[in-house]
């Protein structure tokens, strides 16, 4: 079994890659299918008593609770990556485990902002990093996203770019840098990477 990760900053387009890839791939799984399960909070007591901030009533997912734990300190984004990396971590090995002993895939793919600052990163057969052409057609991509869902404001995505951006850099046996153009010729260049990865 092969392990693809990729990395990019939000709205670079990796979601959009781990679907295409497991497209074009055989017998390929997108962990991002299942994730968010493994993400819902089990124990909220739990998570009061390690945090030390009460769960609202309204959220059941350990990221959102843990980026409302994350704005009480000065540089909320790089809090949030500390306090996400742990419970990532777990959370991902169980989401893995669960898909290898039900599915059995060739290829399992794996996305996420801040993955090349994780084992999955250094233990994986292929790394890719997804970057924008230029930050104007990121900025607009994600400023069209966000009139659909306003959950980010501009300081904290400029925030959050800063703290991604810094671990992209360092990023280590990087496979493929994909640059996204943000048109029609996305799916063809996705298409051709997994051909290179099916043939080697």
Known sequence: MKKICIAGHSGSGKTTMSYLMEKYLPNAYNIRKIEDEFFKIKNREELERIYGIPVPFDIDDQKDYLREVAKAYPNREEKFFELLEPVAKKNMEAAISYVT????PDFIIIEGIAMPKSHFW???DYRIIVEPANWELLLQFVKRRREKQPVVDDKLAEERRLAVG?????????SYIFVNNYDDGFEQEIKAICNKIIKY
């Open 122 to 124: 250094r233990d994986a």
């Open 101 to 104: 002993e039900t599915y059995n």
């Open 166 to 174: 810094e671990t992209l850099e360092k990023a280590e046996k990087v």
